[in-house]
């Protein structure tokens, strides 16, 4: 009964170094998502993967890449962290891109 | 594009109060509506749903009606617990195609004893 499984739960970087979030699904969902929460800004979409194969750009995605991994993982990656990418990194999934959200619980990020 | 505009919080009542949260919506064609609630460390959580127009979604007391005249999706529950503080998230989806779920920013609210 595990849905979205973000690992790590709390990360500190220093600015310029890389990490990867890890984001897995046990639902057999075909659409995952990335979202950054900052307060007062609600939540914005960064990347998404409608279906397995296939990744495309939201709102915010400067800094960031991702890999579907296959249709359980999707991860994200900072290649050089900046200190305006502190925040908190939930990721979600559907079953298909307009069904509701399974997200994850979370990781939240420092970058100092 | 398609946007949400909720409420600006923190919203602050006592227990037993009736609570109203305000969330309209800008887009084309007929969207999905949802309300999401994120409790306090957690990440968010379907709370109810509607796929048409006057249908009125439902849960845990809460409920909200798709009004396609005023393009709105108020969020209501009749007497709060304390239990319900958290925040609240309005979002929609077109109804058609693969395209992300767009949120509002979110209504903090506190139920005090």
């Known amino acids: 009964n595990a849905g979205v499984t973000q690992t790590p739960k709390f990360q500190v970087l220093k600015t310029g170094q890389s990490m990867t979030l890890q984001c897995a699904q046990d639902m057999n969902h075909n659409s995952m998502y990335w979202y950054r929460q900052d307060p007062g800004m609600g939540l914005r979409l960064i990347y998404y993967?409608?279906?397995?194969?296939?990744?495309d750009k939201g709102e915010v995605p400067n800094g960031y890449n991702v890999s579907r991994l296959n249709k359980r993982e999707f991860s994200l990656r900072l290649e050089s962290a900046a200190p305006s990418q502190t925040s908190v990194y939930f990721c979600?999934?559907?079953?298909?891109?307009?069904?509701?959200?399974?997200f994850g619980n979370g990781t939240r990020l420092t970058v100092t | 594009g398609d946007s949400v505009t909720q409420m600006e919080g923190p919203v602050t009542l006592s227990e037993e109060a009736f609570l109203t949260i305000n969330c309209t919506y800008t887009?084309?064609?007929?969207?999905?509506l949802f309300w999401y609630v994120q409790y306090p460390g957690e990440g968010l959580q379907l709370l109810l749903k509607a796929t048409k127009a006057d249908d009125k979604g439902s849960n845990k007391g809460f409920e909200a009606t798709y009004r396609k005249e005023t393009t709105s999706f108020h969020l209501e529950k009749g007497s709060v617990q304390v239990s319900d503080s958290a925040v609240y998230f309005c979002?929609?989806?077109?109804?058609?195609?693969?395209?992300?779920?767009?949120f509002g920013k979110g209504t903090r609210l506190s139920v005090i004893a």
């Open positions: 887009a084309t064609g007929y969207p999905s």
């Open positions: 993967s409608a279906s397995e194969g296939t990744t």
């Open positions: 979002a929609l989806t077109r109804n058609s195609g693969n395209t992300p779920l767009v």
């Open positions: 979600a999934s559907s079953e298909q891109g307009n069904s509701p959200l399974h």
